[in-house]
């Protein structure tokens, strides 16, 4: 079993639609980053977290560390929201901390 | 300000060779992480460095090593290429330790090796 499990794999939405990744961990960690990767493979750091909520624009994410659960939700979706969208984690592992990352959510946007 | 400059952005190395990656961080950042990324396997951590000490390891063969400036610039390098280390190589910023503070990821090299 993956340290970082990501869910769904793969969502399609209309433009205008309420969209939420989940992200759920294994692992004791000291933050949470969600990223964002399009085609082309550039990555862009939306947020790190390490407890409560987050808000930039249409893009919210919050933690409940006691449930070791995360979620991206992206509000009046857009497809240049289209990507991939990865959730990794700091943790510390065997006297070295490292970022364990998800395996992704790649969202497609219609308009 | 100029952000995190990864060269070269594509390459190409026969099996067997060897090959060094630079990573130049965004001013006044001085930490740099480096990641691999295959279709399989995802995103992987490599290795960070911090003020010119490796502070963390992924779990990579020796073939894989690295080091930083007192520039903090990095460089990745990796010996005796094999085909399955194809994969595009991330580099990543931050003015704290890796995952501690925000980091911001250069466009990558995408290395092939046939």
């Known amino acids: 079993k993956n340290e970082v499990e990501q869910s769904p794999q793969n969502l399609t939405a209309q433009e205008g639609e309420f969209i939420t990744i989940n992200c759920s961990y294994s692992?004791?960690?000291?933050?949470l980053h969600w990223l964002q990767q399009h085609p082309g493979g550039g990555i862009v750091s939306l947020f790190m977290?390490?407890?409560g909520k987050k808000k930039h624009g249409r893009l919210i994410a919050t933690i409940n560390i006691q449930e070791k659960h995360s979620s991206l939700h992206i509000t009046a979706s857009h497809p240049r929201d289209s990507a991939v969208y990865i959730c990794?984690?700091?943790?510390?592992?065997?006297?070295?901390?490292?970022?364990?990352f998800g395996k992704g959510t790649k969202l497609t946007v219609n308009p | 300000k100029a952000g995190v400059t990864q060269t070269p952005r594509y390459l190409i190395k026969t099996r067997g060779q060897q090959v060094t990656l630079s990573c130049s961080p965004i001013?006044?950042?001085?930490?740099v992480s480096w990641y691999q990324q295959t279709p399989g396997q995802g995103l992987q951590f490599l290795f960070e460095?911090?003020?010119?000490?490796?502070?963390n390891k992924g779990n990579f063969p020796g073939r894989f090593s690295g080091r930083q400036f007192s520039n903090s610039r990095s460089e990745m390098n990796v010996s005796t290429l094999e085909l399955g280390d194809s994969a595009l190589y991330l580099c990543?910023?931050?003015?704290?330790?890796?995952?501690?503070?925000?980091?911001?990821f250069g466009q990558g090299t995408r290395l092939t090796v046939v």
């Open positions: 001013s006044g950042h001085r930490s």
């Open positions: 692992v004791g960690i000291s933050a």
């Open positions: 990794a984690v700091r943790s510390l592992q065997g006297g070295s901390e490292k970022l364990v």
């Open positions: 977290l390490s407890s």
């Open positions: 460095y911090f003020s010119e000490t490796q502070r």
């Open positions: 990543a910023s931050s003015s704290g330790p890796a995952g501690s503070t925000e980091a911001f």
